[in-house]
């Protein structure tokens, strides 16, 4: 059973940063691709990005430049750079991995985002 946990969550103002981080139990080269999503109340999960086996990354639009993700192979994490956070980036953040028909989720992250 895979497993992947997020931390690095909290609650920041508007314009700070937070570093994500997606620990998972298995070699995230092993999956097809890596990525992150949020829900915000009252809202539909949403794609941010993701990160394929190969290393290409891809954003949602709504990102604007501001979001990074990075990984470390040595450790199986995957991560999310949030720079200039906006009220309206507040959500829970998650990590999902794909293999084939396969889809993983972890149990989310709070971000937090005050103006």
């Known amino acids: 059973q895979v497993q992947l946990v997020e931390s690095g969550g909290g609650l920041v103002q508007a314009g700070g940063s937070l570093r994500l981080s997606c620990a998972a139990s298995?070699?995230?080269?092993?999956?097809?691709?890596v990525g992150w999503y949020r829900q915000a109340p009252g809202k539909q999960r949403e794609l941010v990005g993701v990160v394929t086996s190969g290393g290409t990354t891809n954003y949602a639009d709504s990102i604007e430049g501001r979001f990074t993700i990075s990984r470390d192979n040595t450790k199986n994490t995957v991560y999310l750079q949030m720079n200039s956070l906006k009220p309206e980036d507040t959500a829970v953040y998650y990590c999902?991995?794909?293999?084939?028909?396969?889809?993983?989720w972890g149990q989310g992250t709070q971000v937090t985002v005050s103006s």
């Open positions: 999902n991995a794909r293999q084939a028909a396969f889809a993983y």
């Open positions: 298995r070699s995230i080269l092993s999956f097809n691709h």
